[in-house]
């Protein structure tokens, strides 16, 4: 097996989101708990006890960020499972077969596509009430439309190619061809969409919170963090800075990795070889 | 090189633009002031339709009734010049003021004493209810000369002057068509447009009876973005803003801002669902009540301010508030844990806090009391919810444990905060049931006298403490931040805004 080959920008991207999971693992080893209140701290700016500074209820800005990330992280990986599994079945289904299934599917995706995915969740969130399992449920269904979108395009292109020919020639059955012949030909699309989509959630979670309809208090989430910072901007800007400079550099790795020279050539390489 | 010739022109053009302004300020200030409003006037402008709290805080000032409350709770004449009040409180005779006019200069006639009376009792024949179920009581009104009317009751009110102290009991005249949208009123100030999320502008009405406005324009922008009202504060596009959070308050430069502190006059509460198991025990609401630490929250929510209430009564109550009541639960974790002890959980339960996520001050709290209330045993979930969903399922569904509001009044009566407690009150959205306190409100109610009705009011109040009917906190502080080149705001007992008393420094 050989080595996938990293351009710098993955490298740097790899590295700043090693950095940020080391963050995130490292508020386990963080003394203050997320919400413990302090009337002596209000608004306390950075410290050596409390580096990030303190909130407006005297709790650690520190370990709120690191919670707070750490929530955000996982809502939006597992929304993206959700989001890519359905959307990767349903576009595949569509641009594969085409026909009667490509137009029922299609048209049902246009209209989900149509309703902005912010709102389908604050739908979503609305019928099934608010917590992290909701709006991870929510996001991942409103990732599905535009998913499923490039998953069909792909799927389309390919299915005209000489090797699916030669394996429906073979007999070989549909799902395999799907999914063990087709989809890593589709890498390159499948990967910037999983990362767009990441990068997605991440503010759209943030977006649900601000809206006091994400993570419920006192757990935090980046998004919480910062529409309870926004408030005290002038006063206390630390509040809002920290977890800001967290999101920025979380949003900029993933950026790094998904973007630039991309994993085709690394694997395109590995399949010549 | 011309460009750079025309760059200067034009930043030395606009210099001198800035610093002419600079030089009238203060006959501007005079003229006119903009005030920040949170949300947009989407009312009727009829004052008897008029729903949101918001639009009849500032239409205060354009509408008037037969009384109107003065700043220190008490009702004094507005278009009416006097009352008299029969023997056997059953009759109310009005004399209309001399000379009054309506903002259209027509003067307000006996006819539209009697016209607008009847609107708003109800009994206009347009098939509307009356705006407040107390005027339902009002049996006749009878017209007995060209300057005085008589308004005639079912049964005794004490309370039945402060009813007609407030914007919803307002003097409108017969001859408007279309009272939906044009405004016609008695007050200080004149409705003038509205352009919709933008503004609501008001103008000073010359041939006011009494002492009108000082300043003479007054615009009402709509800031529906709390974040940036600071800004515009700090920017000069705003003069005044009422109802400041904390947050927004701090970051105002003190120098160039006074603001003032009053209280938002209402009840704010861990309102208990009497129907939720636990809640049914009085052992465990009163050691809820000892378990909570008032001055605490007061700390964390408005950096120390606010006041104790301890019942459903708010101190600028006046004579029906007891500062005693405040004293009665003083935190005591022993105390609290002995009386969980003696309850029939004694472990502890699990209970939700549902609370409207717009209200910062109430999510705030409900933070402060998980924390409190964790510590003998209470694990309290917070569960945030937009206004309408808790208004659909906390007030009217009635589908919650616990909740942290805040209660208003209506008016000045005691009425208006206490009836909500009765065991068939349609509004008694804790389910509150106790035979002692329906015997004290009906007494109450039914009293003839004033001094009788606030003996029995006020037992009603007690007994919301005694059976520790709910958590109850503060009446939340209010902040007004006003311009330093303007002076004067004053905060009233009931959800006003008076611009009269607002004017220039000079």
């Given at each position: 097996m050989k080595k996938i080959k990293?351009?710098?920008?993955?490298?740097v991207g790899i590295i700043i989101i090693i950095f940020m999971i080391a963050f995130v693992l490292l508020g386990f080893l963080n003394p203050h708990p997320f919400?413990?209140?302090?009337?002596?701290?209000?608004?306390?700016?950075?410290?050596?006890?409390?580096?990030?500074?303190?909130?407006?209820?005297?709790?650690?800005?520190?370990?709120?960020?690191?919670?707070?990330?750490?929530?955000?992280?996982?809502?939006?990986?597992?929304?993206?499972?959700?989001?890519?599994?359905?959307?990767?079945?349903?576009?595949?289904?569509?641009?594969?077969?085409?026909?009667?299934?490509?137009?029922?599917?299609?048209?049902?995706?246009?209209?989900?596509?149509?309703?902005?995915?912010?709102?389908?969740?604050?739908?979503?969130?609305s019928l099934f009430g608010s917590g992290y399992l909701q709006v991870t449920l929510a996001l991942g269904i409103a990732i599905v439309p535009s998913f499923a979108k490039m998953m069909r395009s792909?799927?389309?292109?390919?299915?005209?190619?000489?090797?699916?020919?030669?394996?429906?020639?073979?007999?070989?059955?549909?799902?395999?061809?799907?999914?063990?012949?087709?989809?890593?030909?589709?890498?390159?699309?499948?990967?910037?969409?999983?990362?767009?989509?990441?990068?997605?959630?991440?503010?759209?979670?943030?977006?649900?919170?601000?809206?006091?309809?994400?993570?419920?208090?006192?757990?935090?989430?980046?998004?919480?963090?910062?529409?309870?910072?926004?408030?005290?901007?002038?006063?206390?800007?630390f509040m809002v800075f920290f977890p800001a400079l967290t999101l920025i550099l979380l949003l900029f790795g993933i950026g790094l990795l998904s973007s630039g020279e991309s994993f085709h050539h690394a694997y395109s390489k590995r399949f010549k070889d | 090189m011309k460009k750079i010739k025309t760059l200067v022109l034009f930043c030395l053009l606009t210099l001198t633009t800035v610093l002419c302004a600079c030089t009238d300020d203060k006959a501007k200030a005079s003229e006119s002031i903009t005030i920040g409003i949170a949300q947009d006037i989407d009312d009727s402008l009829d004052p008897h339709k008029m729903v949101a709290a918001g639009t009849k805080e500032i239409f205060?000032?354009?509408?008037?009734?037969?009384?109107?409350?003065?700043?220190?709770?008490?009702?004094?004449?507005?278009?009416?010049?006097?009352?008299?009040?029969?023997?056997?409180?059953?009759?109310?005779?009005?004399?209309?003021?001399?000379?009054?006019?309506?903002?259209?200069?027509?003067?307000?006639?006996?006819?539209?004493?009697?016209?607008?009376?009847?609107?708003?009792?109800?009994?206009?024949?347009?098939?509307?209810?009356?705006?407040?179920?107390?005027?339902?009581?009002?049996s006749e009104v009878n017209i007995l000369s060209d300057d005085s009317i008589e308004i005639k009751l079912a049964s005794p009110d004490p309370a039945f002057l402060s009813y007609l102290a407030s914007v919803e009991a307002a003097i409108i005249p017969k001859g408007n068509a279309t009272p939906d949208t044009v405004a016609i009123g008695t007050g200080p100030y004149k409705y003038v447009s509205r352009s919709p999320l933008q503004n609501v502008v008001f103008e000073r009405f010359d041939s006011y009876w009494g002492e009108g406005g000082n300043v003479k324009n007054v615009t009402f922008k709509i800031c529906t973005n709390a974040d940036t009202i600071a800004m515009e504060l700090e920017g000069g596009t705003i003069d005044m803003c009422i109802h400041l959070t904390k947050g927004q308050k701090m970051q105002l430069d003190p120098q160039k801002f006074n603001v003032y502190e009053g209280t938002m006059n209402l009840v704010?509460?861990?309102?208990?669902?009497?129907?939720?198991?636990?809640?049914?025990?009085?052992?465990?609401?009163?050691?809820?009540?000892?378990?909570?630490?008032?001055?605490?929250?007061?700390?964390?929510?408005s950096d120390g301010s606010g006041s104790k209430v301890g019942t459903s009564i708010y101190p600028n109550f006046g004579k029906y508030f007891d500062k005693d009541l405040t004293e009665v639960y003083n935190p005591n974790l022993d105390t609290a844990k002995e009386l969980m002890a003696k309850s029939a959980y004694p472990n502890g339960f699990d209970m939700t806090i549902t609370v409207p996520s717009n209200y910062d001050q109430h999510v705030d709290t409900a933070l402060v009391l998980k924390s409190q209330l964790s510590q003998i045993g209470i694990n309290a979930e917070i569960k945030e919810v937009d206004w309408e969903t808790w208004l659909n399922d906390v007030y009217f569904g009635r589908k919650y444990d616990a909740t942290v509001i805040g209660v208003d009044a209506a008016n000045l009566s005691a009425n208006a905060l206490l009836s909500r407690f009765t065991s068939d009150a349609s509004d008694?959205?804790?389910?509150?049931?106790?035979?002692?306190?329906?015997?004290?409100?009906?007494?109450?109610?039914?009293?003839?006298?004033?001094?009788?009705?606030?003996?029995?009011?006020?037992?009603?109040?007690?007994?919301?403490?005694?059976?520790?009917?709910?958590?109850?906190?503060?009446?939340?502080?209010?902040?007004?931040?006003?311009?330093?080149?303007?002076?004067?705001?004053?905060?009233?007992?009931?959800?006003?805004?008076?611009?009269?008393?607002?004017?220039?420094?000079?």
């Open positions: 990293l351009n710098n920008q993955k490298k919400d413990l209140m302090n009337k002596d701290l209000k608004l306390a700016g950075p410290s050596f006890s409390h580096l990030f500074g303190c909130d407006e209820f005297g709790r650690d800005i520190l370990k709120r960020t690191q919670t707070g990330m750490g929530i955000s992280v996982a809502i939006s990986v597992f929304s993206v499972l959700i989001g890519t599994f359905f959307g990767t079945v349903i576009g595949a289904l569509c641009g594969y077969f085409g026909g009667i299934v490509d137009e029922v599917l299609s048209s049902i995706i246009d209209v989900l596509f149509a309703v902005p995915s912010l709102l389908l969740a604050l739908v979503f969130v792909e799927f389309k292109k390919q299915r005209e190619l000489e090797y699916v020919k030669m394996a429906k020639l073979l007999k070989i059955p549909t799902a395999r061809i799907l999914f063990v012949h087709i989809l890593p030909n589709v890498t390159e699309t499948f990967l910037n969409c999983v990362f767009i989509a990441f990068n997605n959630c991440i503010l759209a979670e943030a977006g649900l919170s601000f809206l006091g309809i994400g993570v419920q208090p006192p757990l935090a989430s980046i998004g919480t963090l910062l529409s309870d910072g926004g408030g005290y901007i002038r006063k206390a800007p | 205060f000032n354009v509408f008037e009734g037969l009384v109107k409350p003065d700043s220190d709770g008490n009702i004094v004449p507005a278009v009416a010049e006097s009352v008299e009040v029969s023997e056997d409180k059953l009759s109310y005779t009005f004399k209309l003021r001399k000379g009054i006019k309506f903002h259209d200069g027509k003067a307000v006639t006996i006819e539209d004493l009697e016209y607008s009376i009847n609107k708003f009792a109800g009994r206009d024949g347009s098939g509307n209810a009356a705006v407040s179920s107390a005027f339902s009581n009002i704010q509460a861990l309102y208990l669902n009497h129907e939720f198991e636990p809640f049914n025990d009085v052992n465990v609401r009163k050691a809820m009540n000892y378990a909570v630490d008032v001055n605490e929250i007061m700390d964390y929510v008694n959205f804790t389910n509150y049931s106790n035979a002692a306190y329906d015997e004290a409100f009906k007494n109450a109610v039914s009293s003839a006298d004033d001094e009788t009705a606030t003996k029995y009011y006020k037992e009603c109040a007690e007994i919301l403490n005694s059976d520790a009917a709910n958590v109850y906190i503060q009446d939340l502080p209010d902040f007004v931040a006003l311009n330093k080149k303007y002076e004067g705001y004053t905060f009233y007992p009931l959800y006003v805004l008076d611009l009269t008393k607002i004017k220039a420094v000079q």
